[in-house]
């Protein structure tokens, strides 16, 4: 088995671990769909994809938009004529303690975090079914395995994922493939996401204290991309060893 040709859409792929992503699965022969918001980002990913003689394609897609995702899925489906795998690694972490009520910002973590994924698995799953075969990779957050104040609910919408992920497993039989991925503290721009300015600082520093690159994400899921079709690989956690 290996990653060579292989569909693979992923959202959030223009900066952080979706690029890093994005990269690494193109170099090692994988077909990548690329999308997020900022069309300018993705581009230029697929470009550089392109540049070192890889293969990519892009849509602007916001996963809060459940046709942005159809829309995604098709462009894969049309330009190379199949989806393989489908990563789910949209997501956005403005937070802070439950006292300063940002139920704004817990509102957008909900939306794109569990219903962007939601929206995801949607659009692809029929597409699987119909080719009796194919894979989902949820990204989630060791933030969801240890608990912490200001991330209650960045956290529970990450551990609403871990949820979501394992009972679709269970429901997947044996042509579905279900990963979900729990990356530490990665040096990338997630912090930009965050509204309080104090917590944002404190995660700035901290990520650049112990933050370890995006390409050990990539890594991990090209592992489990790249198992026989009949080895799922359930869970992956990826976390600085400095991490506590
Ligand atoms: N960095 C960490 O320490 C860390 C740790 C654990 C888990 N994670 C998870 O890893 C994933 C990737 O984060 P990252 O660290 O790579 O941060 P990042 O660099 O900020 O990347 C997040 C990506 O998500 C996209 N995005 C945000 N809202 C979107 C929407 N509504 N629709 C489509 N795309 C959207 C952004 O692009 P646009 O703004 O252009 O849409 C961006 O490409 C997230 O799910 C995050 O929760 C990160």
Partial sequence: MSIKDKVIAITGAGSGIGRATAL?????GGRIVLGARR???????AEEIQTAGGQAVYRSTDVTRRTDLETLVQLACE???????LVNN???????????????DWDAMIDVNIKGVLYGIAAALPVFRRQEAGHIINVVSTAGLKIVPTMGVYAATKNAVRTITEALRQEAGPTLRVTEVSPGMIATSFAD????????LAIQ????AIGISP???????AFAIEQPSDVDVGSIVIRPTAQD
């Fill in 24 to 28: 690494h699965l193109a170099s090692l």
């Fill in 39 to 45: 069309e300018v980002q993705i581009a230029s990913a």
């Fill in 90 to 104: 949209a997501g956005i972490g403005p937070i802070s303690q439950f006292d300063a009520l940002r139920v704004d």
């Fill in 193 to 200: 996401s965050m509204t309080d300015e104090a917590v944002k």
């Fill in 215 to 221: 390409d050990a994400i990539a890594r991990g899921i």
């Fill in 205 to 208: 520093e901290r990520s650049k």
């Fill in 79 to 85: 330009h190379y004529g199949r989806l393989d795998v």
